[in-house]
């Protein structure tokens, strides 16, 4: 049997256990205002005034070609993605001169174009007496159909229907193939030069020009 004071302890217990309860049903009463833990709506500020969504900005249209490219071709006339041409088309005439020096061989360059050129890229085809085509060894000592070199090669600028001699840096005397007797030169693509004529504004190519396996005098028109 519990004493008096034991019994009062017990009867104080259970009356504070109801209280705190009465308390926190009185603190978060169904249906009533939120909790203290909910976040209270931000007032904005007269110096940060409230931002509005807006709508979502319409997709950006794609970006127009940087240049109209030339008659009979087509693209972006970017490096990557240069006006693209077909068949016979050239902007450049290249013949060999027939003689080779120390240098290497020189070509007779004749513009086509109707702006002015600063960009090249040509290809050197090598054959022998009989018109076969030779092999030309590249820097690893591998055979390639051809010799390939590219850049600012024309010692400055061609302009419309310009003519000149020039001895292509990037084909040497010993980048020619023993028992050569002709070579050709096809300018597939070329870059026209901006008005400072110290950068190339866009692109031509046509890559028909350049097959791998080419018979001598070049593609033939249909």
């Known amino acids: 049997m519990q004493t008096p004071s034991v019994a009062s302890r017990a009867v104080f217990a259970a009356l504070l256990v109801a ?25 904005p500020s007269a110096a940060a005034p409230a931002v509005t969504s807006a709508a979502p900005a319409p997709s950006a249209a794609p970006a127009a070609p940087p240049h109209d490219c030339p008659a009979d071709s087509a693209g972006d006339g970017t490096l990557a993605k240069p006006c693209e041409a077909k068949g016979t088309t050239r902007m450049m005439e290249v013949t060999w001169t027939g003689k080779t020096d120390d240098k290497g061989p020189s070509f007779r360059v004749v513009s086509k174009a109707k702006e002015t050129i600063l960009y090249g890229k040509a290809f050197a085809y ?11 060894k590249d820097a690893e000592g591998k055979p390639r159909p051809n010799k390939m070199c590219f850049g600012n090669m024309f010692s400055g600028v061609m302009k419309p229907a310009e003519k000149a001699v020039i001895t292509f840096s990037c084909v040497k005397k010993d980048h020619v193939p023993e028992g050569t007797a002709a070579i050709e030169v096809e300018m597939q693509m070329v870059g026209f030069a ?12 046509n890559a028909e020009l350049t097959p791998d396996v080419r018979p001598k005098g070049g ?3 249909k």
């Not at 090598?126 to 030309?136: H, I, N, T």
């Not at 901006?194 to 190519?205: I, M, S, V």
């Open 19 to 43: 209280f705190v309860a009465g308390c926190a049903e009185e603190k978060a009463p169904s249906g009533g205002a939120p909790s203290a833990s909910a976040s209270a709506p931000a007032i």
């Open 194 to 205: 901006d008005a400072t004529e110290k950068k190339n504004e866009y692109y031509w190519r």
């Open 219 to 221: 593609i033939k028109k």
């Open 126 to 136: 090598f054959y022998d007496k009989a018109g076969k085509q030779l092999d030309v």
